[in-house]
């Protein structure tokens, strides 16, 4: 089991912002933008026999601002993703060829979970958009 967590407080102790307009304003005490409230990472991996393992992965992140008003309105909500891996050891099922070699197979996102990773504000809410489901199949080789 693997769990990575952290929790933010990030806010400018002190920050006067002088605009291209001439306009200023104090902004102490918001939160910084894109800064996530929270990460939350846990994993459990397992090993099995002949050379097979697997990976299940879940992954939240906390609300994160799109600038440095802290307006409510002006965020990227919080999201989860849960995950699956599974790697295939070749030399570990009887192949010694294949020694070094595993084939593997990531499902990402598997409940297809609509969500931004980053983005910013201008005028209006700007996002870049995450992945939705999607598998990843490919081999690796140690030498």
């Given at each position: 089991?693997?769990?990575?967590?952290?929790?933010?407080?990030?806010?400018?102790?002190?920050?006067?912002?002088?605009?291209?307009?001439?306009?200023?304003?104090?902004?102490?005490?918001?939160?910084?933008?894109?800064?996530?409230?929270?990460?939350?990472?846990?994993?459990?991996?397992?090993?099995?026999?002949?050379?097979?393992?697997?990976?299940?992965?879940?992954?939240?992140?906390?609300?994160?601002?799109?600038?440095?008003?802290?307006?409510?309105?002006?965020?990227?909500?919080p999201?989860?993703?849960?995950?699956?891996?599974?790697?295939?050891?070749?030399?570990?099922?009887?192949?010694?060829?294949?020694?070094?070699?595993?084939?593997?197979?990531?499902?990402?996102?598997?409940?297809?979970?609509?969500?931004?990773?980053?983005?910013?504000w201008?005028?209006?809410?700007?996002?870049?958009?995450?992945?939705?489901?999607?598998?990843?199949?490919?081999?690796?080789?140690?030498?």
């Amino acid at each position: 089991l693997t769990v990575a967590a952290s929790r933010s407080w990030d806010r400018f102790e002190e920050f006067i912002f002088h605009d291209w307009d001439g306009s200023v304003s104090d902004l102490s005490g918001n939160p910084i933008a894109l800064f996530p409230e929270h990460l939350l990472l846990v994993g459990w991996e397992t090993q099995w026999n002949r050379g097979i393992r697997s990976r299940l992965r879940l992954h939240n992140t906390g609300k994160q601002y799109l600038d440095n008003t802290g307006n409510e309105e002006r965020t990227i909500d919080p999201w989860t993703t849960f995950d699956i891996s599974l790697w295939f050891d070749l030399g570990g099922l009887g192949w010694r060829a294949m020694d070094g070699a595993s084939l593997f197979v990531h499902g990402r996102n598997l409940g297809d979970t609509e969500y931004e990773t980053w983005g910013y504000w201008y005028g209006e809410n700007h996002y870049t958009p995450a992945a939705g489901r999607n598998f990843v199949v490919g081999m690796d080789y140690e030498f």
